[in-house]
């Protein structure tokens, strides 16, 4: 071998070995260390070693703290996209769970339209409810009736509808008053019967009083429920 490769290896040699006795030498500082004396103020004289194991546990901290300021916003924020996940997953299964039974609920829609239409063609109007008295009227004479009253009330306005009842009474046999009370039931305007009460006449026993209380509606349209609300709104 030639004598500059020797030189340089035994340089590499002398190297490791002061480099050993460095690191040896600040192992043995940090383990005679009494951490119960240690101030901060006197960072400066402590062992490498510990210096680097401040530098590391501070920066640690410094990471720990900010990832805990940052990862607590993103966690507000998980748990709303969270509560809102729960929230839209609940209204999609809502809304698939109508639109699977949208086409019979169409059908019943269709339904309930032809049945109030066919309902509100048995209401009468007002121009008709003089007619309807008269109906009621040829009931008691085809019965064989005698008519004691039939008269209007005042009207009673509803959210929907309009109520006019009628004060009926009239007198006759048992058989004849039932069959008066079928007649109108039958009638083809809707008449609904309250409040009947039925009596003997003094003079005769056979014959008896009926007077009840009927009622026949009429239909509000939204033309007409709007203007008397205009009306009637300050």
């Known amino acids: 071998m030639r004598p500059g490769s020797d030189r340089t290896n035994v340089g590499k040699l002398s190297s490791d070995k002061r480099s050993r006795e460095y690191w040896s030498r600040e192992w043995?500082?940090?383990?005679?260390?009494?951490?119960?004396?240690?101030?901060?103020?006197?960072?400066?004289?402590?062992?490498?070693?510990?210096?680097?194991?401040?530098?590391?546990?501070?920066?640690?901290?410094?990471?720990?703290?900010?990832?805990?300021?940052?990862?607590?916003?993103?966690r507000e924020g998980l748990k709303a996209a969270q509560r809102q996940e729960v929230r839209l997953l609940s209204d999609y299964r809502s809304k698939a769970s109508e639109a699977a039974f949208l086409p019979e609920m169409r059908e019943q829609l269709a339904s309930l339209e032809a049945q109030m239409t066919r309902l509100r063609t048995m209401l009468p109007t007002d121009a008709e409810i003089p007619s309807l008295l008269d109906s009621i009227s040829d009931a008691a004479v085809d019965n064989r009736l005698t008519i004691e009253t039939i008269r209007l009330r005042p009207t009673q306005t509803q959210a929907h509808y309009i109520e006019q009842p009628l004060d009926i009474q009239v007198r006759g046999g048992y058989h004849q008053l039932a069959r008066f009370i079928a007649d109108i039931a039958a009638l083809p305007r809707i008449v609904t019967q309250h409040d009947f009460s039925l009596e003997p006449v003094e003079q005769r026993g056979d014959v008896l009083r009926l007077s009840l209380l009927a009622s026949t509606y009429s239909y509000r349209d939204e033309n007409e429920r709007a203007s008397v609300d205009g009306a009637v709104a300050p």
Do not use: H, N, Y
């Open 28 to 74: 043995q500082r940090l383990r005679d260390v009494d951490w119960r004396d240690l101030d901060i103020k006197e960072a400066g004289g402590w062992p490498w070693l510990l210096k680097v194991l401040s530098c590391c546990l501070a920066l640690l901290v410094a990471l720990s703290a900010m990832g805990w300021l940052v990862v607590g916003e993103q």
